[in-house]
């Protein structure tokens, strides 16, 4: 991919939704936003003051009335000359606004999430709040908003740039201290070398859970509902969803495809997959389904191995059936759902057993009845290490926490270096590689097929 640099062009699209709505706003940004105000809207425009004027084409006839603000950069959004166009919100209309922009021949069409990369180019946001724009947009639950908008605003940002700031006066320090031995500091016995790693390490872990709870927010985790035939996996997906999403009738395999629903647990998204019922089959329609279960599988972040209550009074899930635990992927957490309670007189509620790979949770519930599903997904959420407050939460992305977890790791080697080697020179390049890991939340330092992935991924308009 050719280098991501600051484009002279002047870009137009609709940033709005498509389809019908009672406002639709046509966005243009770059050097000739000015003429094509112009050349469109009949009205002396004043910067940043809203105009209700009429909207024309190059013949002069009148395409819709509505409001246009024109913001002078770098005082906008993308930090260049800035035209919106706010006008009645069909899509025929929004499409004969953007035809007369372009029918001036000074702009082009806006590739997906170019206004939001001309902003990060222009330093009017780093590449974090950036991609909280985006997040902000496809946040699922009230939580979800609040900590995107907490990033977009730049918390997540700030706290970056803090330990930023620590990790370069550290190297500053350390740097020094080789470059001048004749003042004779003994990195040991200083203590101050020592003591600013401890808290720098202490600062990371702290941001990185910071970090975890916000991926947590934007990502959810992936729950698999797997076990045998007719242990009741579909009422419990129906249970857990609160409607009837799968078919459920006495009959073993009659789910015979994955199945999905999203729900929300103290506003963190849960991706639940109902599977075939494990088993041996002729049928070729329910081995696929059963493969597919596998593969679904193979993908969670957390596995409910539901049994039927009703036809084993075992609990340990490798006495039950320890050819699905061994098939299972190496360290998976799994939590054994004996149901239908309301058949077996099972009292409802959590415990857990020992067993040879060590304690598995178990949960008796009904979900047929509902009962003790509330407390299943109070134990999912547990079992995730989500927080349900959402103080000071930011929102955040697996690519963050990979580069917080580099930062950690480079200076955890730099200190090892420092006591084991007394390497201040080894310490000092550990240190420079934390700040590089660091950077890369914020795009300071990141590579540019990386920054074009994450701006693609955004909306035509942002």
């Not at 020992?354 to 949960?363: A, E, K, L, R, Y």
């Not at 084991?420 to 240190?431: I, P, Q, S, T, V």
Request: aromatic share 4%; hydrophobic share 40%; proline share 3%.
């Amino acid at each position: 991919m050719e280098s991501l640099t600051l484009s002279t062009d002047t870009i137009t699209a609709q940033a709005t939704a498509p389809g019908r709505g009672g406002v639709g706003i046509v966005r243009v940004s770059g050097p000739k936003a000015k003429a094509i105000a112009e050349a469109l809207v009949p009205s002396e425009l004043t910067p940043r003051l809203a105009t209700y004027t009429p909207f024309v084409d190059a013949n002069k006839s009148v395409i819709d009335q509505g409001i246009a603000l024109f913001f002078k950069g770098p005082n906008s959004f993308t930090g260049e000359d800035v035209l919106e166009l706010q006008g009645h919100g069909g899509q025929v209309v929004m499409d004969m606004l953007i035809d007369a922009v372009l029918a001036t021949g000074h702009a082009r069409l806006a590739s997906p999430g170019e206004f939001s990369e001309q902003a990060f180019l222009n330093d009017k946001l780093d590449l974090a709040q950036a991609e909280a724009i985006a997040d902000l947009i496809d946040a699922s639950s009230k939580q979800a908003a609040r900590s995107a908008l907490r990033s977009l605003q730049g918390e997540f940002s700030t706290q970056i740039q803090t330990l930023s700031d620590q990790i370069v006066h550290l190297r500053m320090y350390v740097e020094a201290a080789i470059d001048f031995p004749e003042e004779e500091i003994d990195f040991l016995s200083d203590g101050k070398i020592s003591g600013d790693l401890s808290t720098i390490m202490q600062s990371l872990t702290k941001v990185r859970d910071q970090a975890k709870q916000g991926t947590l927010l934007r990502e959810g985790m992936q729950v698999v509902i797997a076990g045998r035939p007719n242990a009741g996996k579909s009422s419990l997906l129906n249970a857990l969803a609160g409607r009837d999403s799968a078919i459920v009738t006495d009959i073993a395999g009659t789910t015979r495809d994955v199945l999905k629903e999203h729900i929300h647990i103290d506003g963190m998204p849960v991706h639940i997959i109902d599977t075939a019922g494990l088993r041996e089959s002729p049928d070729k329609v329910e081995q696929i389904g059963i493969e597919r279960a596998w593969q679904a599988i193979n993908e969670a972040d957390h596995v409910l191995f539901v049994v039927d209550s009703t036809a084993t009074s075992v609990i340990d899930p490798y006495e039950i059936w320890p050819e699905f635990m061994a098939r299972l992927p190496q360290g998976i957490p799994v939590t054994v759902v004996r149901n239908k309670a309301d058949l077996s007189t099972l009292s409802i509620g959590q415990s857990s057993v020992n067993t040879q790979q060590g304690d598995i949770s178990v949960i008796n519930l009904s979900a047929k009845e509902g009962s003790g599903v509330d407390t299943l997904k109070a134990h999912l959420a547990k079992t995730m290490g989500f927080d349900t407050t959402t103080e000071g939460q930011f929102i955040a992305r697996r690519r963050h926490i990979d580069a917080l977890d580099q930062a950690y790791s480079y200076v955890s080697t730099g200190e090892q270096q420092l006591h084991d080697a007394m390497a201040g020179e080894l310490l000092a390049e550990e240190l420079r590689l934390a700040h590089q890991a660091l950077c890369e939340i914020t795009g300071e330092f990141t590579p540019d097929d990386l920054l074009g992935k994450i701006f693609s991924s955004f909306c035509i308009g942002k």
